[in-house]
């Protein structure tokens, strides 16, 4: 679990937000509490948060509208929805969304702390590994990939490469046997509101293509229904 998390609290309960800050506070965690959606995304561009707590039913903007216009301030922060609307299709909309979780109230505070430390130890894993990934240095072909500098070398030929170009070329270096799915790479690099952008994709895929062309032994293929290989020949 991060250390002296900073959590973000939507929440227009007046009467039950309060204790759930204090709670959450009693057990270590630094918590901002507001209680509206335009409030909240306010107070999100402010500062930095390590997770986000929304309730859904808000007046003037809710939860789910709140939710979609964090993602696209930062695709990368995880949200924990809280509704007195247990229906299943409620639920799916939130995790739909992108929600890391979706806690239907009356809920207990242990339980809504336990779920905030799961969801942060996950979420502190994935950015321990991705750290560990983007500081190697990758052979592809005749090509070596530094992520951490998003440069490509070949001989005495550095390419700069922009960050999405990187992000995408490190998720072909690090998949089995090269094997990248286009929701796999739709939702770590766009995130769940973009999971649509498939031309997108295409777009960034096609310029990969023509920053190895240099080594005629690589080749990004096309895996009808699933994805692309980035196959390298013998």
């Known amino acids: 679990m991060t250390l002296n998390a900073h959590i973000l609290l939507v929440d227009d ?45 808000m007046p003037f903007k809710d939860g789910f509208t709140l939710a979609a216009e964090l993602r696209e301030l930062d695709t990368e922060v995880p949200f924990i929805f809280l509704s007195s609307n247990a229906d299943k ?15 239907p109230k009356p809920f207990s505070m242990e339980e809504l702390y336990l779920r905030i430390a799961a969801v942060l130890r996950r979420v502190g894993r994935q950015q321990e590994q991705e750290q560990v990934a983007e ?5 592809i072909g005749q090509f070596s ?15 700069s490469l922009t960050g999405t170009e990187a992000k995408l070329l490190l998720l072909f270096a690090t998949a089995p046997d090269g094997v990248l799915s286009r929701d ?51």
């Open 184 to 234: 796999n790479a739709l939702k770590s690099i766009w995130g769940e509101e973009e999971y649509l952008r498939g031309r997108s994709l295409n777009v960034y895929v096609s310029k990969l293509r023509h920053l190895l062309k240099g080594d005629p032994n690589i080749e990004i293929k096309n895996i009808h229904g699933t994805g692309y290989r980035l196959h390298i020949r013998e």
């Open 13 to 57: 309960d007046k009467m039950l937000s309060p204790f759930i800050q204090e709670y959450l506070e009693s057990k270590g965690l630094k918590v901002t509490l507001v209680y509206s959606g335009e409030d909240g995304l306010h107070t999100f561009r402010q500062g930095h948060f390590n997770l986000c707590i929304l309730d859904v039913k």
């Open 89 to 103: 299709a409620h639920r799916i909309k939130g995790l739909t969304l992108g929600a890391d979780d979706y806690v």
């Open 145 to 159: 990939f530094h992520p951490q500098n998003q440069e490509l070398t070949l001989g005495d030929n550095v390419q």
């Open 135 to 139: 500081a190697a240095e990758y052979t």
